[in-house]
C-alpha cells in the first residue's frame, strides 16, 4: 500500500459509471469485509451490496429530499453498501455467535471457551446497563469495518466514498432493514472517479503539534 499517495489525495466524489468492478475483486473485497474485526467478536451487521441500476435507483429514491445531492454518487458507483447495525443484542444473537465460534473451533480448551463467554457476557452487561451505550457502541464497530473497508479498497485500486447523508428511517423501509433486527448506520459507494472531476487542490489538516500529545 502507498501511504504517500493515500495521504497526498482527496475522497473521490465523482464516479465514472461506465467502469464496473471486476467480480473477482469485489469478492475479495467484500471477504475483506466479512472479516473486519469487532469489540467481543459482537458482528452486529448486516451488510446490503447493491449492484444493480434497480437497486441503486431504490436506494436513490428514499434519501430524502434534502440528500438527493448524493443521488448521483450512488448512481455513478459501480456499487454501493448499505451498513446496517443491530437496533438491539437479544440472547439470541450472542448465542449465535457463541455457537459460530464453538463451530469453527476458535476455542479448543472448553474452559477458555467458557471463561471467553463470561468475560463478553460481562462487558454486554456493562455497556447494557453500566455505560447504557449498547447502540453507541455497536455503531463503533460498524464504522471501524467502514474505516478498514476504505483502506482494503484502496490497496485493490477501487475508490470508496462513505456517505451519512440519508434519512436512515426511509432506507430501513425501502429495504425492509428493521425487519430483520438492523437498522441503517452509513453508506459506502465504490467504482472508478471521474478523471474529469478529480480534486487536485492541497490536502488542508492541521500541524502535527496540533494534533499529537507524547509522554
Do not use: C
Not at 28 to 46: D, G, V, Y
Not at 91 to 101: G, L
Not at 123 to 139: A, I, Q, T
Request: charged letters at 25%; a negative charge.
Amino acid at each position: 500500500m502507498d501511504l504517500d499517495k493515500l495521504m497526498s489525495k482527496h475522497l473521490t466524489r465523482a464516479f465514472d459509471p461506465s467502469k464496473t468492478i471486476p467480480e473477482e475483486t469485489l469478492q475479495k473485497l467484500l471477504r475483506f469485509l466479512r472479516s473486519t474485526p469487532s469489540s467481543t467478536n459482537i458482528q452486529p451487521n448486516h451488510f446490503y451490496v447493491l449492484a444493480t441500476a434497480e437497486a441503486k435507483e431504490h436506494l436513490v429514491a428514499n434519501l430524502g429530499e434534502r440528500f438527493q445531492d448524493n443521488s448521483g454518487k450512488i448512481l455513478n458507483a459501480s456499487h454501493t453498501i448499505i451498513l446496517t447495525t443491530r437496533a438491539d443484542l437479544p440472547e439470541s444473537h450472542i448465542r449465535e455467535v457463541f455457537d459460530k465460534e464453538t463451530a469453527d473451533g476458535r476455542f479448543g480448551d472448553p474452559a477458555k471457551r467458557a471463561l471467553w463467554q463470561s468475560m463478553t457476557r460481562d462487558f454486554l452487561n456493562l455497556r447494557n446497563y453500566g455505560y447504557k451505550d449498547v447502540n453507541h457502541w455497536m455503531e463503533k464497530q460498524t464504522y471501524m469495518a467502514l474505516g478498514m473497508t476504505m483502506m482494503a479498497a484502496a490497496e485493490l485500486g477501487v475508490e470508496a466514498m462513505p456517505l451519512e447523508g440519508f434519512d436512515p428511517t426511509s432506507v430501513d423501509k425501502a429495504f425492509k432493514i428493521r425487519e430483520t433486527g438492523h437498522t441503517t448506520t452509513v453508506l459506502l459507494a465504490l467504482g472508478y472517479p471521474d478523471l474529469t472531476k478529480v480534486y487536485t487542490d492541497p490536502i488542508s489538516r492541521f500541524d502535527a503539534d496540533q494534533l499529537f500529545t507524547f509522554a
